[in-house]
């Protein structure tokens, strides 16, 4: 049940907003503070009602609602019990500024329009009608699970996380755990009979603090998306420290995880701090990543509880550091350079040294490891900012053969003219490699001249003696030239393979991200972002003007996304390279809304399919079973009614007989499609409480009166009470116990037993028929499908069906499972009941 997105039900009124008041534990004061909160709207001359509130008899917590308008309740009957709720139509009708609604994951009493009293809320903030609500800690769905586990107390009553984060305040109430148990102690919270119950169980100093901290890092972490969306939406770029968020920079290099371990010991010396692993894919020659190394530093990251990015960026400093701004970072941990003595001397400045001249606000620790200084690799070509190399390129071609000159004039004599050539001839391929084909040319040129006027006789003059001497000097500008012109042409060749491979990287992260479920519109959207470094990413509506257009001025970059939507990103210009990447993110996110929409189509279709399934099925299957009863129980009463026989005492009572077993059974019938009726709409009413199996199991062999085979039970007055409706345990049992007394051999018994294991009981019905094959396990619970029948003639199926659903209404399962020596045995495991009385949480 997803909550919907709030959409102001009539055109021209802005949805309601919504306040909500967080609780770590029953009793805080959440109810009080928001009729607090009510009061003091009230003399700020605001309209508000209370359209509910729950104050459980605390005399404190009554005395708020005077002065404040009380909406009646609606009265709804439950089992021949009336409850009052939240009325919904008089809240529309009343139509007030604020509604106060206690209780938000509250279920409703069947018989209203909506099942959750938070969908009764999300009709309030549609039609412009501002609520404030409570709720505690322990209701919220993604913390379901992690609070049983602390508190042992499982929560039926749940709300999806998205309703409160979309509120547009949460205020904690927030209360000691010491100063809660005084005031429970006091009689402000429980009755005085709950009250020791209470104190020993669920509102003990350890299950009180545990969720007093996940109150608390559950709201620190909603204060920092505001503060995330805050700085995005003004363009602050510099690092707030509100909170230790440490980056880790992988390269796929061996030292990955010495690192990723030392940034987890710098976030873990501050709680709460956040470790990001950020990955550059460079699109400007460097791609010397590892994949599998790169895989499984990811894994170590997660498994530590940090999260794994990769962005795209030509300069890796600037990268890293756009990342660390765009995430609010306060540290970024790198490794020392692996680079050899060699590459040192080519190239003193490295990343590390660039990223710490840039870093401003960000602390960086640059971290030793095994493999510092040993990398064998000469400085690749290429990896200087473009602007660089243009600037540079040139200046080299001129002057790197004025120099070359100066030395070889200081060494006159020791080299022949071949030799002086070839070095010459060097020297324009190193600046080939440099600055491009344009420098090179600039280098021959200058290399020509300068050979011909030093070093050709005659020298210090352009003129050429010697006819070999002129061709030496063509053939070498036409060498210098053309090995230029190759070089270059390779290294952009090269570039453009390490372009394609970066993209292929980048690309394969998002397809990971995409495979391990990560397909929700908004998870994509904030890999978009942060992949390239944007402030903020989004998807808006296409409008005439856009169709297919593409653009990219003032930080401000669109891409179709669809035949509908465009992908909106703010931040900085983006080169011509991450352009194709980002269409192609595009494309992706094109395809998850296509997905996400078919998926809601296909999730509103299935509960109609199920529908006209089962009424298939129960027209297919309905017709032998009604009419056999039918049938047999008009006979009798035809025949009784007859004047033409005079039946004796013993055969009108025979008939009689007859008849009462027909209707019994057409009202076993009967109750048995009610019941799976009101299963599959979710509106079976339960009443659970201690109940002995040993009462219920008889009353369940009731309609069984002479079996045709004998029924055994054992350890049925050994065990405590479980936590059943009884009516409803005595159908599972009365249904599995037929089931197996049909398939038993004659004279072959049925075994009922109990056992306690743990928290819950198990009773098993054994029978020694024909058993069941693996693969028809699930099967025998589908309704109106009897095992290896196809017309459904012997019955309608709907006896195992029935009790499994049952089962699990009352929070209990059944399962199949082969008897030892042949045959079916069906586990009925159920809650065993507790020793003393429950304490309502609320």
């Not at 309030?124 to 586990?149: P, W």
């Not at 998870?523 to 972002?529: N, P, V």
């Not at 005492?649 to 799976?676: C, G, K, P, S």
């Not at 290896?788 to 059944?814: F, I, K, Q």
Request: aromatic content about 4%.
């Amino acid at each position: 049940m997803a909550p919907r997105v709030i959409a102001a039900d009539t055109p021209g009124v802005r949805p309601g907003r919504l306040k909500v008041f967080l609780g770590a534990a029953p009793g805080v004061g959440k109810t009080y503070r928001m009729l607090d909160e009510g009061r003091r709207r009230v003399r700020r001359g605001t309209d508000v009602v209370v359209a509910y509130a729950e104050c459980h008899g605390r005399p404190h917590t009554e005395e708020m609602l005077e002065g404040l308008e009380v909406l009646p309740r609606a009265h709804r009957s439950y089992r021949g019990t009336s409850f009052g709720e939240l009325d919904l139509d008089a809240v529309l009708t009343r139509r007030p500024a604020v509604a106060l609604v206690d209780e938000l994951p509250h279920t409703n009493v069947p018989g209203g329009r909506n099942a959750k009293r938070w969908q009764d809320i999300e009709e309030l903030l549609g039609a412009g009608i501002d609520v404030v609500t409570t709720v505690n800690i322990q209701h919220l769905e993604s913390l379901n699970d992690v609070v049983e586990k602390i508190t042992g107390v499982p929560q039926r009553e749940t709300v999806p996380d998205e309703v409160v984060r979309r509120a547009h305040q949460i205020e904690l109430v927030d209360m000691p755990a010491e100063a809660l148990r005084r005031r429970m102690a006091h009689g402000n919270v429980y009755q005085p009979e709950k009250v020791d119950a209470a104190l020993a169980h669920y509102f003990r100093i350890g299950n009180l603090t545990a969720l007093r901290e996940l109150a608390l890092l559950w709201v620190a972490g909603r204060v920092d998306e505001t503060l995330q969306r805050y700085r995005s939406e003004h363009g602050i770029g510099t690092v707030w420290e509100t909170r230790e968020r440490v980056v880790v920079a992988l390269t796929g290099g061996p030292e990955g995880e010495t690192l990723i371990r030392r940034a987890e010991r710098i976030a873990d010396r501050s709680s709460g701090g956040d470790l990001l692993a950020v990955h550059v894919a460079r699109s400007d020659g460097l791609a010397y990543a590892s994949p599998a190394a790169l895989a499984k530093q990811r894994a170590l990251v997660e498994s530590l509880g940090g999260s794994y990015h990769s962005v795209v960026g030509d300069h890796v400093p600037t990268a890293l550091l756009d990342f660390a701004r765009a995430e609010n970072a306060t540290q970024l941990v790198l490794g020392t350079s692996r680079r050899s003595w060699l590459s040192r001397l080519v190239a003193p400045r490295g990343i590390g040294e660039d990223t710490v001249e840039l870093s401003g606000d960000i602390d960086v620790h640059m971290v030793t490891h095994e493999g510092a200084g040993r990398g064998r690799r000469l400085p690749v070509p290429g990896r200087q900012p473009a602007h660089i190399r243009r600037l540079a390129g040139p200046v080299a071609g001129l002057l790197l053969p004025l120099l070359l000159t100066v030395v070889l004039i200081q060494s006159r004599g020791t080299l022949n003219l071949t030799s002086e050539a070839l070095l010459f001839l060097v020297t324009v391929i190193g600046v080939a490699c440099f600055g491009g084909v344009v420098s090179a040319l600039l280098a021959s040129l200058s290399a020509s001249l300068l050979l011909n006027y030093y070093f050709i006789p005659p020298s210090g003059q352009f003129t050429i003696t010697e006819p070999n001497n002129a061709l030496a000097l063509a053939v070498f500008a036409l060498v210098a030239v053309t090995v230029a012109a190759i070089v270059d042409r390779s290294l952009r060749l090269a570039r453009r393979a390490a372009s394609a491979t970066a993209e292929a990287e980048t690309l394969s992260s998002l397809a990971g991200n995409i495979l391990r479920g990560d397909q929700a519109v908004p998870i994509l959207l904030e890999r978009t972002r942060e992949t390239f470094g944007m402030e903020s990413a989004e998807l808006v509506p296409r409008t005439d003007q856009e169709a297919g257009a593409e653009g990219d001025g003032d930080g401000l970059v669109k891409v179709p996304a669809g035949p509908d939507r465009m992908l909106v990103l703010r931040g900085r210009r983006l080169p011509a390279s991450e352009h194709r990447v980002l269409t192609a993110f595009a494309a992706h996110l094109a395809a998850a809304l296509d997905h996400a929409r078919l998926t809601e189509a296909a999730a509103e279709v299935e509960p109609v399919k199920a529908a006209d399934r089962m009424r298939t099925a129960l027209l297919a299957a309905v017709s032998h079973d009604l009419r056999t009863p039918l049938a047999s129980g008009r006979a009798a009463v035809s025949s009784l009614r007859s004047t033409d026989v005079d039946f004796s005492t013993a055969e009108r009572d025979e008939l009689l007989a007859t008849a009462e077993d027909a209707l019994i059974e057409l009202n076993r019938l009967v109750d048995n499609l009610l019941d799976m009726s009101r299963l599959r709409a979710g509106a079976l009413t339960l009443h659970l409480q201690p109940t002995a199996v040993a009462d219920v199991l008889p009353l369940a062999l009731a309609p069984l009166a002479t079996p045709p085979v004998p029924i055994e039970t054992r350890g049925l007055t050994e065990i405590g009470d479980v936590l059943a409706d009884p009516p409803l345990l005595e159908r599972v049992l009365a249904n599995l116990v037929t089931n197996a007394v049909r398939h038993s051999p004659a004279r072959q018994r049925v075994l009922v037993t109990a056992s306690a294991l743990g928290t819950r009981i198990e009773l098993r019905v054994v029978d020694r028929g024909p058993g069941l094959r693996p693969e028809d396990r699930d099967r025998i619970f589908v309704p109106f499908q009897r095992l290896g029948d196809s017309d459904n003639t012997s019955g309608l199926g709907l006896g195992l069906a029935l009790s499994r659903g049952l089962a699990e209404a009352m929070g209990g399962t059944l399962t199949p499972e082969d008897t030892p020596g042949g045959g079916l045995t069906m586990v009925l495991s159920l809650r065993a009941a507790p020793t003393e009385e429950p304490v309502e949480l609320r």
